[in-house]
């Protein structure tokens, strides 16, 4: 052939325009001249200027041979022109939150997507997710964590990414980046999107410093600290994050206190309010109810035990005893968890049993008898 010609079309408001190696024009029968390589190869130069973002143009070829004679099927070709990066996002796990085997940090999720752009490839293509632990600066390959860069394909669609790897186990008290980059078919990598996530898998502690184990003659309120450790990425404690039940061990009923008597088989908690910051951080208190109260002093109640139990969990949901989910029952309270007071609020009695006479020439010792809510029938003799 003798040279081949190619013709460059786009579409908008103004229709179909052509360019004609300077400028767009309204000519269908535009045709440019390709620079010849060889006996059956050409290109053509392509000037910044006729591109334009978010575009899509068509080209077609046509042969011209040395006897004047044009092909009469074109070449054809179409395609979009696309500057713009993509966007994406990570929607979950969530930026600085604690994460633990009980509350998961998968299936990491996000979204992304091509701006404002509606030419049909300008969109994302893909989107894939790198993994980072930050205290060794290692990534997750998809079997375990080993070198970086590690980016690996997410999964679902474009617009609603997920990630999930059977493989993938975080450390306790370490730190992770989830990062996210999308690419559209361009080629345009987004900018890269991240979040900083700790994991925490140690228990919280919590004890009861008021009433004091023994005897009591009563109390309003309970209180005691809890802690979440010193981990550098623990989860911390809530404001209510730490509740207490009450369990009766002794007399005419057992159990523990519902709100109305103490018969329930497991235990009733209830909230407390901890302090997470100020002089009191680490301290919980709950005020004991009207009917409680009333129940204690119930002459009836006298002389009982009572257990009370604190039971806490962390941000991240471990838990500092029972089940991962739940409640615990009394089965799940360990034995050495809180502590056992005796409620007396009976007035004790002493009697002088000697002297018991009204005068003694000798009297090498005085004695009597002294009890709680226990009676001495007994008659007083007239002092002289």
Known sequence: HKYTEVRISTSGVDGTRYWDGSDWVSAADTWIQSITQGPTSWYFTVPP??????????????????????????STYQFTYDLTAP???????RDGVAYSQIK????????????????????????????????????FTGAGFGGCPAWLPAQGTVDA?????????????????????????????????SVSIKFDVAKPTSTVTYPLAGYTT?????????????????????????????????????GWWNGDDCTSADPVWFDTVLSTTGVNIGKW???????????????ANQNSSYRIVPWAYDLALNREFGPNSGLPTAANVPPQVG?????????????????????YRTLPVIQGTSGDNVRIAFTRLPVF
């Open 285 to 299: 208190s709950r005020t004991i109810s009207g009917a409680l109260q009333t129940y204690l002093t119930d002459p």
């Open 218 to 254: 009563g109390f309003t309120y309970v209180s005691g600290t809890a802690s979440d450790g010193s981990d550098t990425y623990r989860a911390n404690l809530g404001t209510y994050t730490v509740k207490v039940a009450i369990k009766r061990q002794t007399g005419s009923e057992t």
């Open 161 to 193: 990414w997920t990630y999930e790897n059977a493989a993938l186990s975080f450390t306790g008290n370490r730190q992770y980046s989830i990062s996210a980059r999308a690419t559209d078919f361009a080629g345009n990598n987004s900018a890269v999107a």
């Open 49 to 74: 200027a006729m591109l334009k973002d978010d575009t899509i143009y068509t080209v077609s070829a046509r042969a011209l041979d040395y006897a004047g004679n044009y092909s009469t099927v074109y």
């Open 339 to 359: 502590v056992t007071v005796t409620y007396d609020n009976a007035q004790p009695s002493s009697y002088i049993t000697l002297p018991s006479l009204p005068n």
């Open 104 to 139: 998961l940090s998968t299936p990491m999720a996000g979204a992304a997507n091509q701006n404002d752009q509606v030419s049909a490839y300008a969109k994302v293509s893909t989107v894939a997710v790198q993994i980072t632990d930050l205290y060794d600066s290692t990534c």
């Open 87 to 93: 966007n994406v996002s990570v929607s979950f796990p």
